[in-house]
């Protein structure tokens, strides 16, 4: 079992900075990759980011060369997860989930609100 818990949510203007941070807890030694979904209001829930173990990123095209995904190691295991998002626009208002892969079951943590407001 693997728990998450974001944080780095809230309000900004448009061209605005956030950084989200998603904390790993429980088997994290068994996590291969780890990610960012977000939802918007009447929309389905979309990849923003992805980074794998050997680091390698992949990024929505909507975010790409606005938003960064990077990972912190501990002994070797992945335990913390963040997303850089610079430039922001309305359109990224979102409620924003962070991911765990870890044999073979993705695991969610519970979101956190993205607001980008005029």
């Known amino acids: 079992q693997v728990q998450l818990l974001e944080s780095g949510g809230g309000l900004v203007q448009p061209g605005g900075s956030l950084r989200l941070s998603c904390a790993a807890s429980?088997?994290?030694?068994?996590?291969?990759?780890m990610g960012w979904y977000r939802q918007a209001p009447g929309k389905e829930r979309e990849l923003v980011a992805a980074?794998?173990?050997?680091?390698?990123?992949?990024?929505?095209n909507s975010v790409k060369g606005r938003f960064t995904i990077s990972t912190f190691s501990r002994d070797g295991a992945k335990n913390t997860v963040y997303l850089q998002m610079n430039s922001l626009k309305p359109e990224d208002t979102a409620v924003y989930y962070c991911?765990?892969?870890?044999?073979?079951?993705?695991?969610w943590g519970q979101g956190t609100q993205v607001t980008v407001y005029s």
């Open positions: 429980g088997n994290i030694f068994t996590i291969n990759a």
């Open positions: 991911t765990a892969d870890a044999l073979g079951r993705r695991y």
């Open positions: 980074i794998t173990g050997g680091g390698t990123t992949n990024y929505a």
